[in-house]
């Protein structure tokens, strides 16, 4: 079955410093992958996207790094700030199965003003 | 613009009952994603439904049901409740253009089963 893992469960950070969340994947056949955040009390909040073709994409404050060779994904955030405190996903998919999207267990991070 | 809406927030039932969840999409969505998330844990896919049909499911028995309404709206349906469906439920709808689509969710239905 598909198996998506994040390295670090929790990571807590200095307000204003920079985070690196990490996950990793199984399925080289994954050609797709979004980072999500989940505040409490609510449903996941679509961050950003990556394609396989790609092996960075930036947004506002975020950047996704992929590395097919280790089947690894990374969110950064720049200039983390409290409102950033909150679950983060990978979630992937491929070609086969692009209705369904596999999710990691989540990395709960903490922003220490 | 409303988002993808659930009912209702929160739910308590005992084992062996059934229960029904809903959930209106995104406008303008007509694609219906169902997700199961036991506390502490991602996501997990249970199936989704474009067109009113049952399109794709993820690895979740028979108990779990669903339908789509030519509204696009959906329902999950599950019959004889375990402890074990204890979790947030979460749908997420988007727009099926080809290739892969970004899904929004909404804020999830808690049951809880006792």
């Known amino acids: 079955g598909e198996s998506v893992g994040l390295h670090l469960p929790t990571l807590s950070v200095q307000e204003g410093d920079n985070s690196i969340i990490n996950c990793a994947y199984s399925?080289?056949?994954?050609?797709?992958f979004i980072w999500y955040k989940q505040e409490s009390g609510k449903g996941p909040q679509f961050i950003i996207d990556?394609?396989?073709?790609?092996d960075k994409r930036q947004g506002q404050r975020v950047t996704v790094l992929l590395n097919k060779t280790v089947k690894h994904l990374s969110l950064q955030i720049a200039a983390t700030q409290p409102g950033d405190s909150a679950v983060y996903f990978c979630?992937?998919?491929?070609?086969?199965?692009?209705?369904?999207?596999?999710f990691g267990t989540g990395t709960s991070l903490t922003v220490i003003p | 613009d409303a988002g993808v809406t659930q009912s209702p927030t929160h739910l308590i039932k005992t084992r062996g009952q059934q229960v029904t969840l809903r959930c209106s999409p995104k406008?303008?969505?007509?694609?219906v994603s169902w997700y199961q998330q036991a506390l502490g844990q991602g996501p997990q896919f249970i199936f989704q439904?474009?067109?009113?049909?049952?399109?794709q499911r993820g690895n979740f028995p028979d108990r779990f049901s669903g339908h789509q309404f030519p509204n696009y709206s959906s329902e999950l349906n599950v019959n004889a409740l375990l402890l074990g469906d204890s979790a947030l439920y979460l749908c997420?709808?988007?727009?099926?253009?080809?290739?892969?689509?970004?899904?929004?969710f909404g804020p999830g239905t808690r049951l809880t089963v006792l």
């Open positions: 997420a709808s988007s727009l099926a253009r080809g290739g892969y689509n970004e899904q929004f």
């Open positions: 399925n080289s056949a994954s050609d797709y």
């Open positions: 990556i394609r396989s073709n790609m």
């Open positions: 979630a992937e998919t491929n070609w086969v199965t692009g209705n369904q999207f596999y």
């Open positions: 406008s303008g969505h007509d694609t």
């Open positions: 439904y474009y067109e009113e049909e049952e399109r």
